[in-house]
């Protein structure tokens, strides 16, 4: 039946929980948001103050400053330069740049266009052995001379500590200031200001603790482990102690402390030895399409072209039918282990197993999108789309030829003769074609030419589990060791292009702090695979009753044996190549209709809260905030769709069925009816910012 667009595609505001904080006079304050990544993209923070910039602008207006390092390149091709709209704040630059220090301001030019204030640290870079030595005597934290990301962190925020004083030699009392600082290289300037008792409130937010990081990718097995760690051992060991100190200081100056999700919270307990006040899950800008299905039209025109690429890539081998192959993919940086792209190998092996034991129809193709050094494409990867190429050529020209004869015999009234309408040399060119295709290995597992290809984790599983594209597998390997690009020669397609023409993402993440990619895929409608030890795949058990359902499948890594998570990966891969077309369809409508929970709007409230916790905390005569009082910043849950029932593979077919045949027996199913449902049976709201242990 034809599928009717759905509430899906709209705002979820009537089920999101009323916003009962107390509205902060942002006329009579400033905010100062502090990050490395402000104007330079180093990471995935960058991502987290870009997109939230344009509700926070909404909010606070022109009292609102971004505050980071001056990079040339990035303030020529990525700032607008102008005047600072208070005075204040172009008198406190001033006192910098009379004092031999350079500072820059303008207009960032994203969404929501913030005040930027970047400062250079090479031109301050004299102040550098006095600056270590005021940090010496404030906190006995001392800096090794060979740590430049260490030392320029320490310039940064002796600038900005240096900043904010003299602004608020120029305020005095109103209006008052709050200093939101990302991560431990913004970690000085908030210890500095404190230690110098400058009048602001400050919020403190780590998006993965810096010795969670190194323990995780030593291998080593972090979670069973956290509360037997010698931390100051294991930090020494790593030679980042005294970035340790700058980072744990930085914690518990803070008046506030935020983390980005409650298994991150659970880590900066052990591992920072205090309990986040609050926890800020990071969010996207969702963008919301008018038109009917529109984010399925996407799906199908954007697949088609990555069926284009992979009819080049298996010349010669294109023994599958691309209309019962699905793609999968998982993407990311390089962190085998972490990414969990290890234990995702291994389920592919075992998936293999099962499609071929079942006689299963369906191919698989999987993408592995993660940058490795590699020296060019690979002659065969791109010989392959020459000859895709060549042969689209080839047929289109026939084509021609033979629908001018056609024509012409038609306007006499004829019906022509099959066996005259295309001549000998019709024949010879697509005999040649056909030759053309013939391939005596097999298809390239990389596409391009590996510096590394003996060692490199990928390919050395790869070899390990055998899964070369021959032509007995079910489930083939593409690794691609280069971010996507329209302007590739390869997979001319950007990275959001490419997601929404394949079928389901995976990541199988070991460590994740947050996890923006399988939001990415949610926000898009394209299922994705998930884990307990990620940010999102708390966020999502959570918000969800059966996530499942809603096309978020979470793997358990947590209390599992790895044996067993794999088996449970193993499963899910499974389970959905034997869904059919329709099912994947109604599956997709679902998994967008999560997308409001991942947008600003709706996570922008815990940043507020965070900040009038601040402020009653920096200045309690002014700003009243109970502080055993529960928070009133309260989630919600989806409730398992009717239409669905409760074991997620209970709609599953008992044998595997073709993706393009549709059963009139499938369960009843009524988009606009589940939707309104949704919005009718929320179970109660629970306080999401509990971060207890489990």
Known sequence: MPLSRSLSMTSLSGVLPAWEEDELPVEDL???????EVTNK????????????RITTDEWGENYYMMGPYFEHNFKTQVEGCEPPNPAIRKAMDSLIHNGCQVHFGRWLIEGSPYVILFDIGSAAWNLDRWKGDLWDTCNIGLPYHDREANDSLILGSLIAWFFKELTDHLGDKPNIIGHFHEWQAGPGLILARSRKIPMATVFTTHATLLGRYLCAGNVDFYNNLDKFDIDKEAGERQIYHRYCLERAAVHCSHVFTTVSQITAVEANHMLHRKPDVVTPNGLNVKKFSAMHEFQNLHSTNKVRIQEFVRGHFYGHLDFNLDKTLFFFIAGRYEFSNKGADIFLESLSRLNYLLRVHRN???VVVFFIMPAKTNNFN???LKGQAVRKQLWDTAHTVKEKFGKKLYGALLKGQIPDMNSILDRDDFTIMKRAIYATQRHSLPPVTTHNMLEDSTDPILSNVRRIGLFNSRNDRVKIIFHPEFLSSTSPLLPMDYEDFVRGCNLGVFPSYYEPWGYTPGECTVMGIPSVTTNLS???CFMEEHISDPAAYGIYIVDRRFRAPEESCNQLTQFMFSFCQQSRRQRIIQRNRTERLSDLLDWRYLGRFYIHARHLALSRAFPDKFKMDPMAPLRTEGFRYPRPYSVPPSPSASLHSTPHHSDVEDED????????EAERDRLNIKPPFVLMNTNEV
Not at 666 to 673: A, G, H, L, T, V
Request: charged share 30%; hydrophobic share 40%; no cysteine.
């Open 30 to 36: 400033l905010l100062f948001e502090v990050a490395w």
């Open 666 to 673: 499938d369960e009843p199913y009524d988009e606009d009816e």
């Open 379 to 381: 002659v065969e990867s």
């Open 535 to 537: 940010g999102f795949g």
């Open 361 to 363: 129809d369906m191919t």
């Open 42 to 53: 180093v990471g995935g923070i960058y991502t987290v103050i870009q997109t939230k910039a």
